[in-house]
Every structure is written in C-alpha cells, then in structure tokens.
C-alpha cells in the first residue's frame, strides 16, 4: 500500500509553514487517511544534527559542495527512516521542504547546477518524488524582511546571504517550477493568509481528491 507525499517549497520567509499548520487545521478532520507532518533539513534525529550544522551560522567557510552533499545526506536519512515507512503505511506525508529546495538553492543559488544538485538527491532518495508540490510564491525583498521582523538577529546561515543569493535562489524555483508543472502549483503568498490557506487547500482537494 502507497501513500501519498506532498512538499511545500518557497523561498525563505514566504509563510509556507504557517501556511501548512493552518491548512491542516482545517482539512485534517476530512481525510481519509491519517498523516505525518516532517521537515527539511531534519524530520530525523541524525538529519536533525545534520541540520545544524549547514544552518549554524558558525560554519561559514563552508564550500558549496559540501552544503549540497549535507542536505542530500539529510535527506537520504529522512527518507529512508521516517518517510518512506510512512508512506509505505498508506499514510498523507507533508514535507516542509524536500528536494525542490536543493534544486533551487544549491543547484542555481550556489551555481552547481539543478541536473548536478538531482543526481546527488536521486541517488540519496531512491528518486522518490512527491505527488504534488505547493510553491508559496513570495518576492525575496518580502520574504527577508518578514524574517527581520519577526526573527531579528536570529538569521540561520543561508537567511544571512545577501539578497543577490536569494534573487538567484528565487530565479531558479521559477525555472524548477516550469520544469515540473505536472506536480508543482504556484501559491500567491503575498495575499493574506486567509486566501494563501484557501488556495491551497483548493490546490490539494483539485490535484489530490483520493484523500477526500
């Protein structure tokens, strides 16, 4: 029995998991199939430790494959030890984050390349992609002062680069976007949460209805 595997990706500070919690609140009660929400970097004790580290602003002479092969690394563990048993279960799987971001980040940000930043996260995942991917489309100008303002002085390490980064970052979701638009659907999230939340459910019901 297979479950069912959805992803929600932007860039940083475009609300996508206050945007999750709510849009389970609301929809939790009529699915038909239990579900597990986890995250990216973690979801996993040891990807959990892994996590710290590429987000510790502390580690800042990392190099830029090194960051890549840690979240692939993460995200071997994850998959293997949380999310494929899950799914494996006939259980929903709801990912804040999942590979689109290393697509994104590391492949365009970082200037590795997506195809290169795939390989490595393919082998880590056994290929495994979601059924439906939720873009939460937010300008990076917004998304970092969002953070400013509800996290000052509490930036992780990628929060911390320049907005040139994450203009690059931004550019690459909307190439990846183009690239899988049988899966993945563009969220507004510069409208209040209100409309971003009944969006996305409305995106879930039309692309997922075998969970309601």
């Known amino acids: ?22 849009i389970l609140k609301q929809i939790g009660p009529e699915l038909k199939t239990q579900y597990v929400v986890t995250r990216e970097p973690g979801g996993s004790k040891i990807a959990e430790e892994i996590r710290k580290i590429i987000l510790d602003p502390k580690n800042g002479e990392m190099d830029d ?3 890549a092969l840690l979240y692939a690394a993460a995200r071997s563990q994850h998959v293997a030890e949380h999310v494929l048993p899950e799914l494996q279960k ?3 799987v709801i990912s804040d984050r999942y590979v689109d971001s290393s697509l994104a980040y590391q492949g365009v940000g970082r200037n590795l390349g997506i195809e290169e930043v795939k390989q490595i996260n393919d082998f880590a995942t056994h290929g495994l992609q979601p059924d439906l991917t939720l873009f939460f489309d937010l300008s990076p100008e917004i998304g970092l002062s969002r953070i400013k303002k509800l996290r000052p002085d509490q930036e992780d ?3 911390q680069e320049k907005l040139a980064f994450h203009e690059k970052v ?30 996305g459910i409305s ?9 309601f």
């Open 1 to 22: 029995m297979r479950g069912f595997f959805i992803s929600f990706e932007g860039p940083d500070g475009a609300g996508k998991s206050t945007a999750l919690a709510e």
């Open 65 to 67: 494959r090194t960051e």
């Open 90 to 92: 006939g259980k929903l």
């Open 157 to 159: 390490r990628l929060e």
């Open 170 to 199: 931004y550019a690459g979701y909307k190439e990846i976007n183009k690239m899988y638009s049988n899966r993945i659907v563009e969220i507004d999230a510069s409208q209040t949460i209100d409309k971003v939340v009944a969006d």
């Open 203 to 211: 995106a879930i019901k039309s692309r997922l209805p075998e969970l």
